[in-house]
């Protein structure tokens, strides 16, 4: 299993500019979660998806869209970049039922908005 | 709403000493608790992980962590420090109902001196 990939590995945009963070899992796991992190803050949840075509609002999602029409992907689109989202962008699956709620994450993105 | 403090942002031990990273949360009911460690460019990966029961929790690579929930603390512990421990180990705790939303502290960043 490859586990949770996100491409691409770096990113820098300018202003305005829209891109679409890919992330994919391949271990049939219904949750998944885009975060963002910044120093000193941890990590803070933009938006999550409990299964295909179902998505929600998590801490900071104001400027990211999601969407989930399968199970395996869960991309994350910037519709105008800003510098305020300069950060490393992480996501990540859990099966969500049971006592398997440990999140696996992938390598990461890391993003620069000039 | 549920919150993790992690007191010290950085620590510095002598490899071969003990170490004991701090976290503190905030949760109405009983919270899933998890300690993530983090190595420099890569994601997070899952220390160990607390639901019920024995409130003495073992994981990989030597750590241990207990829940009192008396104190509202689940700090993790390694009675021997190896310099490959150097990364940045954050707590999270997650609600036990509903969507598993997942709140991380801040993080502490571990440096190891020879």
């Known amino acids: 299993n490859a586990g949770v990939t996100q491409t691409p590995k770096f990113q820098v945009l300018k202003t305005g500019q829209s891109m679409t963070l890919q992330c994919a899992q391949d271990?049939?796991?219904?949750?998944m979660s885009w975060y963002r992190q910044d120093p000193g803050m941890g990590l803070r949840l933009i938006h999550y998806s409990v299964g295909a075509g179902i998505t929600d609002q998590g801490e900071v999602p104001n400027g990211y869209n999601v969407s989930r029409s399968t199970t395996e992907d869960f991309p994350l689109r910037l519709l105008s970049a800003a510098p305020s989202q300069t950060s490393v962008y992480f996501c990540?699956?859990?099966?969500?039922?049971?006592?398997?709620?440990?999140?696996?994450f992938g390598p990461g993105t890391r993003l620069t908005v000039t | 709403a549920q919150s993790v403090t992690q007191p010290d942002i950085h620590i510095t031990v002598s490899e071969g000493a003990s170490l004991e990273l701090r976290c503190n949360y905030s949760?109405?009911?009983?919270?899933?608790l998890f300690w993530y460690v983090q190595s420099p460019g890569q994601g997070l990966q899952l220390l160990l992980k607390?639901?019920?029961?024995?409130?003495l929790v073992q994981g990989i690579k030597g750590f241990e962590a207990e829940f009192k929930r008396s104190q509202s603390s689940f700090n993790l512990r390694k009675p021997s420090v190896h310099w490959s421990d150097a990364a940045e180990y954050f707590c999270a705790v997650m609600n036990s109902g509903g969507y598993q939303k997942v709140t991380f502290g801040t993080g502490t960043k571990l440096q190891v001196i020879p």
């Open positions: 271990m049939n796991h219904e949750y």
């Open positions: 949760y109405g009911a009983t919270p899933y």
């Open positions: 607390y639901f019920s029961g024995d409130t």
């Open positions: 990540a699956s859990s099966y969500g039922r049971g006592f398997a709620y440990e999140q696996y």
